[in-house]
């Protein structure tokens, strides 16, 4: 069965700092993709990556980054220089190639804030 | 394309009654799911659709639980005789369905309160 953890539940910084969420997955799938969603105070689900498992290149998207590690099963995600505006709880969520319909299994989250 | 559409945003309800929650998806996305979210948890897989046939129920939809999607547009969740234990964000999300696993589009969700 599948299954997403992310160890921490929240993290607190302030402005300016790193910060590093942790995500490890569990599957028996060759195939399976992996997602970080952000879910900000108004409840929507904001998608920022997606990533098959045959790529395990990282990923920077301006100051967003994903190192991504199948030999640990981690899908780590990396917010540099925070910024007040990245305070939302994110989400690491992975999808089997052989689920219907490509469901989601989603971790319990990190919620992060970042004071001024 | 104003993105996933959610109604109501918010529903209070007494317990034994029964309520019904819209989505609409992005036009043309063929896949709709439902999730459900509990407080300080990540949201959990409900059902799916593809097109108007529902192709997969999790167990967590108990006989209370039903969804439609009558002509592959929007859908509905009903829940028959709400539980507080009913009481979460129920989300809705859409995808193309093409190419594989293409990432799912999410609603702002509905905040079930059953009192």
């Known amino acids: 069965a599948q299954k997403v953890t992310q160890a921490q539940t929240e993290i607190s910084v302030v402005e300016k700092e790193d910060v590093t969420l942790d995500c490890v997955y569990e599957?028996?799938?060759?195939?399976?993709?992996l997602f970080w969603y952000k879910q900000p105070p108004s409840g929507e689900l904001v998608f920022l990556i997606r990533?098959?498992?045959?790529?395990?290149q990282n990923e920077i998207s301006g100051r967003y980054s994903w190192n991504f590690q199948k030999s640990t099963s981690s899908f780590n995600f990396t917010i540099t220089a925070s910024q007040v505006v990245d305070s939302a709880v994110y989400f690491c969520?992975?999808?089997?190639?052989?689920?219907?319909?490509?469901?989601?299994?989603f971790g319990g989250g990190t919620r992060v804030l970042v004071k001024p | 394309d104003t993105g996933v559409s959610q109604d109501p945003r918010h529903k209070i309800t007494k317990r034994g009654q029964n309520v019904t929650f819209r989505c609409d998806p992005i036009s043309e996305h063929n896949r709709l799911y439902w999730y459900r979210q509990t407080l300080g948890q990540g949201p959990e897989f409900l059902t799916y659709f593809q097109n108007e046939a529902q192709l997969e129920k999790s167990r967590l939809l108990s006989d209370r639980f039903s969804a439609e999607r009558p002509k592959g547009s929007f859908s509905t969740l009903e829940i028959q005789r709400t539980e507080q234990g009913d009481s979460a964000m129920y989300l809705c999300?859409?995808?193309?369905?093409?190419?594989?696993?293409?990432?799912?589009?999410f609603g702002q969700g509905t905040r079930l309160t059953v009192v």
């Open positions: 990533r098959n498992s045959f790529d395990e």
């Open positions: 599957t028996r799938d060759t195939t399976y993709y």
């Open positions: 969520a992975l999808s089997e190639a052989m689920a219907a319909g490509n469901k989601l299994t």
């Open positions: 999300a859409s995808s193309p369905g093409t190419p594989w696993n293409t990432e799912a589009f």
